[in-house]
């Protein structure tokens, strides 16, 4: 039997962030090979998740089989100076051997500055709240998390409950900053095609009316009654419906050709899966949560659904509900149409876990819509600190 060479160890912090989980590094301890974006970063990270995996469990790595607990982060000191660090992430597919680096994970946002006070990546005051100016080199926009600190610590627990996620911890307050803004990386405008609504042929479906923005992350907005669905569903009535995924999928693909990140639909669904998403959107209707908690309809703003990753997700994904709050506050959107009395700089929207709030600040100038800031709050908790083992690859 030939000997194999042995397994190397990368030190790593497995990190909750508001509703995700992901394995996090500080650049600087990944392999010199994984340092550099390329084959041998992705492989590393393919291995640490345990994909790809044709049982679609991940039982070899540190990945939970869904889109919300397959993802990487990688964290370093910034060069810019208007930033203390660069913030990575990757998605990885489960069956696949594809890491997705097209886009931001909102929720795993929260945990990056409590992983970089931690890591010593940058000084802090000893209490008080901690301001981590962090670069998101994803989509290349600042976010600005406001992470409590307590003896030069971060504080982890505490009474702030997040639909989605079984325990109270600590809240962490995030400001993502110009979330729509132009920019001279792929997405452009924040309406790519110009218009807050457009009409995306989709073969077989015809023409579908959809909201095309770069708002945290490219994101498609649908109208969940024009596809035939209710708003309400949760993840049992999408996930085992093959008919209906396709359907979503096939939309997402050739609104990812509208808004010029993909050359075809074929290629969308083969190389982004992770952005932009696609999401549909309600007015609010009262129902039950996955948790049996009843989201009462009047004290909601309109109910959201995401698909993450070919699946619905359990909850919203964080870049998803910033999407929302700048497309509730510009007039015309479909989702400032479904709301009561127009668009809004503040909104709370039902998702499958509950119910979360969010705003943005956005205003009008010269005919132009601009958003300075979108706002939410959510949390972020050390899981395990020590070393991943990954074989040679």
Same mark, same amino acid.
């Given at each position: ?6 397994q ?5 912090t ?11 590094f500080?650049l600087? @301890?990944?392999?010199?090979? *994984?340092?550099?974006?390329g ?9 640490? &998740?345990g994909?790809?995996d044709p049982?679609?469990k991940? $039982?070899?790595g ?12 990688l ?7 208007d930033?203390?660090? @660069?913030y ?10 594809? /890491?997705?680096?097209?886009g931001?994970? +909102?929720?795993?946002t929260s945990?990056?500055?409590p ?6 990546l940058? %000084? &802090?005051p *000893?209490?008080?709240m901690?301001?981590v100016r $962090?670069?998101?080199?994803? $989509?290349?926009k600042r976010i600005?998390a406001?992470v ?14 997040l639909?989605?996620? *079984?325990?109270?911890?600590?809240e962490i307050?995030l400001?993502f900053?110009?979330? +729509?803004?132009?920019?001279d990386s792929?997405g452009g405008?924040m309406?790519?095609t110009?218009?807050? &609504?457009?009409? /995306? %042929? ?8 959809t !909201?095309?923005?770069n708002a945290g992350?490219p !994101? ?5 009654a024009a ?6 569903e949760?993840q =049992? @009535? /999408? ?11 096939d939309?997402?693909a050739?609104a990812?050709?509208a808004?010029?990140?993909a #050359?075809?639909?074929?290629e969308?669904t ?11 959107v309600s007015?609010? &209707?009262?129902? !039950?949560?996955s948790?049996?908690k009843?989201v009462?309809? =009047?004290?909601?703003?309109?109910t ?5 990753m ?10 998803g ?11 015309g959107?479909l989702? #400032?149409r ?7 700089g503040?909104v709370r929207?039902?998702?499958?876990s509950g119910?979360?709030f /969010?705003?943005?600040?956005?205003a009008? !100038? ?7 800031k979108a706002?939410?709050?959510?949390s ?5 600190? +020590? ?7």
């Open positions: 039997m030939s000997q194999s060479p042995p190397i160890a990368v030190r790593a497995y990190m909750r962030g508001g509703t995700s989980k992901g394995v996090f500080a600087d @301890d990944l392999p010199a090979a *994984a340092r550099v974006p084959a041998a970063r992705d492989a590393l990270l393919l291995r640490v &998740t994909s790809p049982y679609g991940q $039982i070899d540190m990945g939970g089989a869904t889109s919300s607990t397959s993802k990487v982060v964290v370093g000191k910034s060069t810019r100076p930033c203390d660090v @660069d990575l992430f990757g998605a990885v597919a489960i069956e696949s051997a594809v /890491v997705d680096w097209s931001n994970c +909102g929720n795993l945990a990056v500055g992983f970089a006070i931690t890591r010593g940058m %000084e &802090t *000893a209490n008080g901690a301001v $962090i670069w998101q080199a994803n $989509i290349g600005i406001h409590p600190v307590r003896g030069g610590q971060v504080v982890e627990l505490g009474d702030f409950e639909d989605g996620v *079984a325990f109270p911890s600590a307050k400001e900053l110009d979330p +729509g803004a132009g920019e792929e405008a309406f790519p110009g218009n807050r &609504t457009d009409h /995306v %042929e989709v073969p077989g479906l015809g023409r579908v009316e !909201t095309l923005i992350n !994101t498609i907005f649908v109208d969940a596809i035939g669905l209710k708003g309400t949760m =049992g @009535d /999408v996930n085992s419906d093959a008919a209906l995924l396709k359907r979503l999928e939309i997402r050739h990812t050709v808004m010029g990140l #050359s075809s639909a074929d969308a083969a190389k982004r899966p992770h952005t932009p998403k696609i999401a549909f007015k609010p &209707t009262s129902y !039950t949560s948790s049996g009843e009462d309809g =009047g004290a909601i703003d309109l959201a659904r995401i698909m993450s070919g699946k619905l997700h359990h909850a919203m994904t964080g870049t509900a910033v999407a929302i709050a700048v497309a509730a506050a510009i007039p959107t989702v #400032s479904l709301l009561a009395n127009g668009s809004s503040t929207f039902g998702h499958p119910s979360l /969010v705003g943005a600040e956005a009008e !100038t010269r005919g132009e819509w601009g958003v300075t706002i939410m709050s959510r972020a908790r050390r899981i395990m600190d +020590g070393q991943v083992f990954v074989p040679s690859v």
